[in-house]
């Protein structure tokens, strides 16, 4: 994958198609009990763990890299796949 530069305009446009109270509403808590290590980023193992525990459908994220896709049950997906 290449090193796209995204305009910070679109970057966040994704994430505020809903507001807080929105997502607050359709939010569920996931408590994460476990120690093993999925992502080779320490920043995105809360992400990593949360997806598996949570049993989440996909994570969309500008950086695939740090979300292995043979280490997730979650399909890796990029911001692209959803037109604005």
């Known amino acids: 994958m290449s090193n796209r ?3 910070s305009a ?3 446009r994704p994430k505020n198609l809903l507001t807080r109270r929105q997502i607050r509403a359709r939010a569920e808590e996931v408590k994460t009990l476990s120690s ?3 992502s080779p980023d320490p920043k ?23 979300f292995p896709a043979d280490r997730l049950k979650a399909e890796v997906v990029s911001p692209d796949l959803f037109p604005v």
């Not at 809360?46 to 994570?59: H, R, T």
């Open 36 to 38: 093993i290590e999925i």
């Open 44 to 66: 995105d193992e809360p992400f990593c763990l949360c997806a598996e525990q949570g049993m989440a459908d996909f994570i969309v994220t500008l950086d695939p890299k740090d």
């Open 10 to 12: 679109s970057v966040g």
């Open 5 to 7: 530069e995204y305009p």
